[in-house]
């Protein structure tokens, strides 16, 4: 089955500075990359997602890039603030049974220390 | 708004105990999935459905069995509680092809 691996696994920096998240992906099939934000005791939402097709999309301060030669694909947050601190969850979903199933990577903590 | 919502927020449990978690979506979105959300682990996939009746087993479903009787509705069960079954449990349902997952706001379990 597909295989995601996210790194770092905790991320501190100053209010203001940029984030970077890195995932890299086993399954060449993998063809929908979601991130998802947890906030603490809340639910995981949809920040932004990109398709196989499209190799970097942008939404205010997120952006997300994918290489799928190799692979991996990455979440930027630029001008960070403290309510971005929060655990950031990457995905791929491959296709199984018809349906398109994601597997998550482990996360990553965020802390924006103002 | 999508509502994903689980039965019990926080629940407490014995072992060897017959433990049953309920999560409901009212989208009509195919899919549902049952994740455990332990730190350090991220979310892993116990259990998928993605149409009534049917299921399909994720990367750690031993312990575990699921119900899909209704599209809205898909259950988790434990069939024999155990203290490493300690845990954050997430519901989570989609449209069938590659699109956002909604999940529900969790069940923390704890065995004693």
Redesign the interface.
């Known amino acids: 089955?597909e295989n995601v691996e996210?790194h770092p696994?905790t991320l501190s920096v100053q209010e203001g500075d940029s984030a970077v998240i890195k995932c890299t992906y086993s399954d060449s099939a993998s063809?929908?990359f979601?991130w998802?934000k947890q906030e603490l005791g809340?639910?995981?939402?949809?920040i932004i997602?990109i398709?196989s097709n499209v190799g970097e999309k942008k939404d205010q301060r997120i952006a997300v890039t994918l290489n799928k030669t190799a692979k991996h694909f990455s979440l930027h947050i630029t001008e960070t603030q403290p309510e971005d601190s929060a655990v950031y969850?990457c995905a791929a979903?491959v296709a199984?049974?018809?349906?398109?199933?994601?597997?998550?990577?482990?996360?990553t903590s965020l802390i924006v220390h103002p | 708004d999508v509502k994903v919502t689980q039965s019990s927020r926080y629940l407490v449990k014995r072992t060897g105990e017959k433990v049953f978690l309920e999560c409901v979506q009212d989208m009509d979105h195919?899919?549902m999935?049952w994740?455990r959300q332990d730190p350090?682990?991220?979310?892993?996939?116990i259990y998928?459905s993605?149409d009534v009746k049917?299921k399909?087993k994720?990367?750690i479903p031993e312990g575990y069995s699921v119900s899909r009787e209704k599209k809205e509705r898909f259950s988790l069960i434990l069939e024999s509680a155990s203290t490493n079954q300690t845990s954050m449990y997430?519901c989570a349902s989609?449209y069938?092809?590659?699109?956002?997952?909604f999940?529900?706001?969790?069940t923390r379990l704890t065995v004693v």
């Open positions: 089955g996210q696994s063809n929908y979601p998802y809340k639910r995981p939402q949809l997602d398709r969850f979903s199984s049974g018809g349906s398109y199933i994601p597997t998550f990577g482990r996360g | 195919e899919n999935f994740y350090g682990l991220g979310l892993r996939l998928f993605y049917m399909e994720g990367d997430l989609s069938r092809l590659n699109t956002e997952a999940f529900g706001q969790g």
